[in-house]
């Protein structure tokens, strides 16, 4: 069996495509949903992210707001940024991107954000809301995925899900996701025995480990669905670089249904959903349609 690759970069056009006719009905009405973008220091991949997030929102027609800060920026600075984006009527969206500088403590910056305008998902309101399951907003990462898994499965209920990873980000919201599809899950991490065979069981197979190629073909239930989460960049012996997920995809692709690749599949997915979760809190925070 060769597996279907389901294609994120497609559906995530597809997602922008039906962003950019919400915000145009929303402009129509006099409202035009921001999104500001906080970038500490200068780390390469986050000003890339940082970046492409930026294009892709005016690309949908929506404004676009952008602060680099310098890499010593201290806490209090940064806060009264928070501060004063939670304010601006314009501003429907903050993200604040990670990693930051050690001298600042992402938690407290994360609770500082008006949970209205979190489209990342990360405020305790928000991982509350959505583990209790009365709204809230999702985290991108796990949105997307869950968007992923919805264009190849649409009934899920009944379906054993694994997840591997348990951070606040990916891994657990994942996880309360699949939950709420009606799966049994599965949380596995650095300290399950047996990953292999707790892997096997899955119909439903999440890897968010950040751990190159981690997940063997041999792992891969036969006809699960495989969601790779996992961007790392590796060198080969002529020192070419390039990204690789947390699943041996040419190995997994022989066993599984389907399976995102990487890059292309969860990737393109994360921003197209930050654009989706920034349309939504200005629908719910302006009143619009
Ligand atoms: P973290 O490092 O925060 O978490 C990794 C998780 O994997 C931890 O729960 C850890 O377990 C577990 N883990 C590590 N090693 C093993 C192992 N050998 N066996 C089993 N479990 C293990 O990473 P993130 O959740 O932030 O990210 C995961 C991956 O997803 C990374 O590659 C990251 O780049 C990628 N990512 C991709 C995004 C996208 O847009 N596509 C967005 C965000 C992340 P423990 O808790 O026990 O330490």
């Known amino acids: 069996m ?10 995530a056009s597809q997602l922008r495509a039906a962003l950019a006719h919400d915000v145009a009905k929303l402009v129509s009405k006099g409202i035009r949903p921001g999104l500001a973008v906080v970038l ?34 201290t806490e209090a600075d940064l806060l009264a940024v928070v501060d004063k984006l939670n304010t601006n009527q314009s501003v429907d969206g903050i993200l604040v991107q990670l990693p930051l500088p050690a ?17 990342d998902g990360f405020h305790p309101i928000n991982v509350g809301l ?18 992923l898994l919805r264009a190849v499965r649409s009934d899920m209920s009944g379906l054993n899900a694994v997840v591997v990873g348990r951070s606040n980000i990916v ?6 996701l699949l939950l709420k599809e009606g799966c049994t899950v599965t949380i596995a991490h650095s300290k399950s025995r047996d990953l292999p065979a707790i892997a096997r069981a899955a119909d439903i197979l999440v890897a968010a ?14 006809g699960a669905i495989v969601i790779d989460v996992g961007i790392n960049r590796v060198t080969d012996e002529t020192g070419k670089s390039r990204l690789v997920g947390d699943v041996a995809f040419a190995e997994a692709i022989e066993v599984a249904q389907a399976i995102t690749p990487v890059p292309g599949g969860v990737g393109p997915m994360t921003i197209a959903c930050l654009l989706k979760n920034t349309v939504e809190a200005a629908r719910v925070r302006r009143g619009g349609f």
Do not use: H, N
């Open 2 to 11: 060769t597996a279907q690759i389901i294609d994120g970069k497609a559906l």
């Open 40 to 73: 500490v220091g200068d780390d390469p991949a986050s000003q890339v992210y940082v970046r492409s997030k930026a294009k892709q929102t005016v690309e949908v027609g929506m404004e676009s707001f952008e602060y680099r800060l310098a890499a010593d920026t």
């Open 103 to 119: 001298q600042i403590d992402a938690d407290k910056v994360i609770r500082a954000i008006d949970p209205a305008k979190d489209v």
């Open 130 to 147: 959505t583990t209790i399951g009365a709204g809230g907003i999702v985290p991108c990462t796990p949105l997307g995925s869950l968007m």
């Open 171 to 176: 891994g657990k919201p994942v996880a309360q």
């Open 209 to 222: 480990v950040g751990r190159p190629e981690m997940i063997r073909g041999t792992w891969i239930k036969p």
